[in-house]
């Protein structure tokens, strides 16, 4: 048989495929579960030992999107047959729906505050990575160092100034304010991680481009940013994940208006007690937006192949 | 196409001075080539020409016009890279296609398709035109950047060693093609090259440049006969020329460092001896490696010599070049 330096040999593929597949289903098990959980009855979500086979049912997003009232006999009888499916599957568990709930509200601003501060955060730091690539800076060095000194405690640590500048400047509870808050925290990270992307972009095509009857601006926007898809499509993503899981400052900062999916989730309760199918089937749906943004940025994800133009 | 003027150019990066006041009047129409070895600020002068970088001192002018803060697009250059520096997210065509698209140009799309398959046509990258840039081998990417700079009509045209990584066939068609491209059009060409036969066939002018100084400016025949120095008589010639001390052969004026030969100023058969070290057949003439008085000599001679290594010839200069101690003519 012979011998490959590259090739593993068939054992070798047989345990690292085992290996990977086994740590594949530890990590996605709590994925599952909460899938899973949101398919559920109440009674089934608590059940004890867990039930894993189950009869599947909409309870879950039915309560995640209503508000109810537990019904009297007189209230059914007022209200008459169940007009819809999901009065249907209100009134079997013996309430009626007497309205939408908040969650729709909830998750419209966590796509507002969390694809609005990744777009923001996206359009300043291109802007500030390219300047820091290619322009004689002064003080570059150090103002990059401060840059990246903003991550270098906790955000939460300075959640008290926040809360009192926000009071201030009458952004507590507003979209803006988070937005804000959230490019502020994401800025440093992709400053840096653009700046490498664009000092990877050798300088000569922007030459070329000036050369070739182009202002250095519109050199930028047609033969840098291209280039820099990948790494726009890899920092945005970072961003976005940041944005749309953060808890602490959503909880401190906003109760109303602006109040994002993750806060809102935890708080769903039931006409009896903790609603847990609600609650999963809510974490669910949240999980659906940045599964998508990654999905559709994939294609600049994989395609790093875009070097090679140039003569070292 | 237009006269292009530097005075007095200097420019420093840091602590090394990449051009030293250089003087040169690259005149409407004509083939300048630049000489030099790396380092010597060839790159350099085509950059200040360009506006990608600009003086410490001294100014440019363009046809007439003062280039001083002007934009490379303002300029109306066009240049081809030494790295080629094709947008590597764009297919042939559309690299070729971009300088006629900018802003400035806007060329309607029938004149764009007929310029780009007329280049295409002449470098021979028709049949790569929808390749993606990056697919090419790397003549065919030096190609399409020269089609880049040749689809424009600009003032100046500015090339960076455009030929140094075609294969001998395609360098010496494109050596034609580009002369015949320039002649045609009147354009002003800008040149840099490592390689003197390119210089010889091409230029106009050559200026030879040494540490950043404009050493020689001249036609090439002129800078051939007629050497300011050492390193411009080295310039050109192949093989290059001997350098030996002034005294070897007698009758040196005073002052004299060193007597400079070419193969054409050395004759055979009468003067001193010297001995045949090793002989070259190359086809069309033969090399002969010659020790006289313990110097190197290397002169050409007969296709079909009968000289072989241990031969003794007798050989005396005609028309010599004399340099004195810095290396610069005397006579």
């Not at chain 2, 420093?12 to 001075?17: A, E, H, L, P, T």
Request: one cysteine or more; glycine letters at 8%.
């Amino acid at each position: 048989m012979s011998f490959s330096v590259t090739e593993a040999s068939g054992r070798t593929k047989w345990i690292a495929g085992i290996l990977v597949v086994g740590y594949a289903l530890i990590t996605i098990a709590p994925l599952v579960w909460i899938i899973a959980t949101g398919f559920k009855s109440g009674p089934d979500s608590i059940a004890y030992p867990p039930k894993v086979v189950f009869e599947p049912s909409l309870e879950g997003y039915v309560n995640l999107f209503t508000d109810r009232t537990r019904a009297t006999e007189d209230m059914l009888e007022e209200a008459g047959p169940p007009e819809t499916w999901y009065d249907q599957i209100a009134r079997d568990q013996g309430t009626i729906i007497t309205g939408p709930s908040r969650y729709g509200e909830r998750f419209l601003n966590s796509v507002i505050i969390g694809f609005g501060s990744t777009a923001l955060c996206m359009l300043l730091g291109t802007a500030a990575a390219y300047a820091f690539s290619r322009f004689r800076v002064p003080l570059k060095d150090d103002l990059m160092f401060f840059i990246l000194s903003t991550r270098m405690m906790p955000p939460i640590a300075v959640a008290i100034p926040i809360f009192l500048m926000f009071r201030q400047l009458g952004l507590n509870d507003t979209h803006l304010g988070m937005i804000l808050l959230y490019t502020a925290v994401n800025l440093s990270l992709s400053v840096w991680l653009l700046k490498g992307f664009i000092d990877e972009i050798p300088v000569e095509y922007e030459e070329a481009a000036l050369i070739d009857g182009y202002t250095r601006f519109q050199a930028f926007y047609k033969v840098v940013l291209p280039q820099a898809a990948t790494g726009i499509a890899s920092t945005a993503i970072f961003c976005l994940i940041f944005a749309w899981n953060e808890y602490a400052f959503a909880v401190l900062l906003t109760s109303g208006t602006a109040q994002t999916a993750p806060p809102f989730i935890p708080t769903i309760i039931g006409t009896s007690g903790k609603d847990w199918p609600a609650v999963a089937a809510g974490a669910t749906l949240f999980l659906v937006p940045v599964m998508v943004f990654t999905i559709l940025l994939r294609k600049h994800l994989l395609r790093g192949i875009t070097f090679g133009a140039v003569r070292k | 196409m237009a006269e292009v003027c530097l005075t007095g150019i200097t420019k420093r990066f840091g602590k090394d001075v990449a051009l030293d006041d250089v003087t040169m009047t690259i005149p409407d129409g004509s083939f300048v080539v630049l000489l030099g070895p790396t380092g010597a600020g060839k790159t350099t002068t085509l950059r200040m020409v360009s506006g990608l970088d600009a003086p410490d001192q001294g100014r440019i002018t363009i046809g007439g016009h003062n280039m001083v803060g002007l934009t490379p697009a303002q300029r109306d250059v066009a240049m081809v890279f030494q790295q080629y520096s094709l947008y590597p997210h764009m297919t042939v065509r559309q690299n070729l296609e971009f300088p006629l698209k900018s802003p400035i140009l806007r060329t309607p799309q029938a004149d764009i398709d007929r310029k780009v398959a007329e280049i295409a046509e002449i470098l021979q990258i028709s049949s790569k035109l929808d390749n993606k840039a990056t697919a090419l081998s790397g003549g065919e990417m030096q190609r399409v950047s020269i089609g880049r700079a040749l689809v424009r009509n600009p003032s100046v045209y500015l090339m960076d060693e455009p030929l140094s990584s075609l294969d001998a066939k395609l360098r010496a068609d494109l050596r034609l093609e580009l002369k015949s491209i320039q002649a045609d059009s009147g354009a002003t060409l800008l040149y840099v090259t490592h390689d003197q036969i390119e210089a010889m066939t091409m230029a106009t002018h050559v200026g030879v440049l040494d540490k950043g100084r404009l050493v020689q400016f001249g036609s090439p025949r002129e800078i051939y006969e007629n050497p300011v120095s050492i390193y411009a008589a080295s310039r050109l010639g192949q093989p290059r020329i001997n350098v030996l001390p002034a005294d070897i052969f007698g009758g040196a004026p005073s002052g004299a460092a060193s007597i400079g030969l070419r193969p054409e100023q050395i004759v055979q058969g009468e003067g001193e001896e010297s001995l045949v070290q090793r002989v070259e057949h190359l086809g069309d003439q033969t090399r002969l490696h010659l020790t006289c008085k313990s110097h190197d000599i290397i002169t050409v001679t007969d296709a079909h010599t009968e000289l072989k290594p241990g031969d003794i010839v007798r050989i005396r200069p005609r028309n010599p070049f004399y340099f004195d101690a810095t290396g610069a003519r005397l006579a």
